[in-house]
């Protein structure tokens, strides 16, 4: 801009509010302040511990899925070679064949980026959609887990069952403020429709019931089920 207003002139409370990146932090030049600096080195560190994290089979046998692992040997392999958790494994496709198909919502849960989160707030997740969902006729495919899978891991297990809808459940891109948060997607399949998000969903963000209640209006929208879902509110 040709003049330049004072920080202090647009709010530098407000500006940092509205954005992860560190802003605001009273300081110019090619050096900033040593406490942002060990903030940035703080957060990289939380980051890259949540990333290595993994989901225990007890937690996936606890909240009754069906696992599966992509093509990815490791966390590892999931960060340095994002295509191969993009696909499922041949054993995995083999046990997909005997999944339900042709559903009207096929739930999938993917440990993704931020496999705490899974751990963290899944089961929480799982439990309000089920609440939602009884008050709907739709048909349900087998509820799958997703071992070093990453979002477009949805769209093998779309390919292979047919659903009319997918709902993902994925560990979101960690951050420092939010390390274990998920990320849901309502996802049209066969049947068409907007795909609809619902991010930071965690202690302290969303929360699971609101996040349940979004998604599952967002899956009576695509299956054409919205007159019950407006009695549900």
Request: glycine share 6%; proline share 6%.
């Amino acid at each position: 801009m040709s003049t330049p207003r004072s920080p202090s002139r647009v709010g530098r409370t407000t500006l940092a509010t509205q954005t992860r990146a560190h802003v605001a932090v009273g300081r110019t030049g090619p050096r900033v302040r040593w406490s942002t600096r060990a903030a940035v080195v703080l957060g990289d560190a939380i980051v890259a511990d949540v990333t290595g994290e993994s989901v225990s089979p007890s937690v996936v046998a606890r909240m009754k899925l069906t696992e599966l692992t992509s093509l990815a040997p490791s966390r590892h392999d999931v960060l340095q070679n994002p295509p191969n958790a993009y696909r499922l494994d041949a054993r995995s496709r083999t046990r997909l064949k005997r999944c339900r198909q042709r559903p009207d919502v096929q739930i999938v849960v993917c440990d993704g980026l931020a496999p705490g989160a899974i751990t963290s707030h899944a089961r929480a997740l799982l439990t309000a959609l089920a609440q939602r969902l009884r008050t709907h006729s739709f048909r349900q495919g087998t509820p799958i887990f997703v071992r070093n899978g990453r979002t477009a891991i949805a769209d093998e297990v779309t390919r292979a069952v047919r659903p009319r809808a997918v709902c993902l459940i994925v560990g979101q891109r960690p951050h420092a403020r939010a390390p274990h948060a998920l990320t849901a997607h309502v996802i049209p399949g066969r049947a068409s429709g907007a795909t609809v998000t619902v991010r930071d969903i965690h202690t302290g963000g969303v929360t699971p019931r609101a996040a349940a209640r979004t998604l599952v209006e967002a899956l009576a929208a695509i299956l054409g089920d919205t007159a019950r879902a407006r009695r549900r509110r």
